[in-house]
């Protein structure tokens, strides 16, 4: 049965700073990994989807890693807004058909 | 033109009463999912559904009664509700294969 463990469960930064955020899985043999964030009170927004034959993806500030053989994957986000202060989800997804299973998330709180 | 509308945000209802949420998307997709989130932040999937048939149906009560009229919609009733019910339902939906998945903004179940 996969298992997604995120670390930290919250975190505050200064703005500014980079920071990354880590997901484990269990199972290496996945068939993709997302990234999500969530405002409260909403819904998931989908921020990076890694194939499991890629190694990263990059959406402005966002960079996803993934590491299949490890089971990890990391999100580094660069100079950290207020903006970006939301809960983040990492899902691994292990066959075409199947489900997201999710992480806990990590609570993000970026300081003026 | 919201992607993934849920109706209502918010229902609040009585133990042993029957409830529907209602679920739409008009990105085409073929895919559609409910998820449950808790008081922990935890999300997991309930249903999942192809082309209106049922693909995916995780250890969930049969009280919960996924309905798919169409490709479109995947509504989800809940007969006798227990308090243990109260969550965040989120339906989602996706194309097939390696395609990332779009989320409603949730309805917040109360049960009394």
């Known amino acids: 049965k996969q298992e997604v463990t995120q670390i930290p469960a919250a975190l505050s930064v200064p703005e500014g700073e980079n920071l990354v955020l880590n997901c484990s899985f269990t199972d290496s043999a996945i068939y993709n990994l997302q990234w999500f964030r969530q405002d409260p009170g909403k819904g998931l927004t989908s921020l990076l989807l890694?194939?499991?034959?890629?190694r990263e993806q990059t959406s402005g500030r966002l960079n996803a890693s993934l590491d299949k053989s490890s089971g990890r994957s990391t999100l580094y986000i660069a100079a950290s807004q207020p903006g970006d202060s939301a809960t983040y989800l990492c899902?691994?997804?292990?066959?075409?058909?199947?489900?997201?299973?999710f992480g806990g998330g990590t609570r993000l709180m970026v300081k003026p | 033109d919201t992607a993934v509308s849920q109706t209502p945000k918010y229902l609040v209802t009585q133990m042993g009463n029957d409830k529907s949420i209602k679920c739409e998307q008009n990105l085409g997709h073929d895919t559609m999912y409910w998820y449950k989130q808790d008081s922990k932040k935890f999300l997991k999937i309930m249903f999942s559904y192809n082309n209106k048939e049922l693909i995916i149906n995780e250890t969930v009560p049969n009280r919960f009664s996924p309905k798919s009229p169409d490709k479109a919609h995947l509504n989800l009733h809940i007969n006798s509700l227990e308090l243990g019910d109260s969550a965040v339902y989120f339906c989602?939906?996706?194309?097939?294969?390696?395609?990332?998945?779009?989320f409603g903004n949730g309805t917040r179940l109360t049960v009394t």
């Open positions: 989602a939906s996706s194309r097939p294969g390696n395609s990332p998945l779009h």
């Open positions: 890694i194939q499991s034959s890629q």
């Open positions: 899902a691994v997804r292990l066959n075409a058909g199947n489900m997201l299973t």
